[in-house]
């Protein structure tokens, strides 16, 4: 049984990295994106442009860590909710046995 918890708690840190690793990429390509083309902007003063280029930059770098913080934390948690699951399963068994 404690194999079959620890399985499962792969499984589900596999899946939560996959969909993490996504939105690592979409932050990257959403974030690079507007700061390529901030001069899309209608601003009559060109350092606007530059300056929304360089907070659309620094965003993308914030939100990447972001989610890799994100990431981290809750893999942690998943992993930590397979471990009391695998201390709680001896306990669980034996007060079955001793009804």
Excluded: C, Y
């Excluded at 690592?24 to 209608?42: E, F, M, Q, T, Y």
């Amino acid at each position: 049984m404690k194999t079959l918890i620890w399985i499962a708690t792969w499984v589900v840190i596999a899946l939560w990295s996959g969909i993490s690793w996504i939105a690592h990429g979409l932050v990257s390509v959403g974030g690079n994106l507007v700061a390529n083309n901030a001069d899309l902007i209608p601003a009559a003063d060109p350092l606007l442009v530059e300056w929304a280029s360089w907070l659309a930059s620094v965003g993308t770098g914030v939100g990447e860590w972001l989610v890799i913080a994100i990431w981290a934390i809750v893999s942690l948690v998943i992993f930590a909710l397979g471990f009391v699951a695998t201390r709680l399963v001896p306990r669980l068994k034996t007060s079955l046995q001793n009804n």
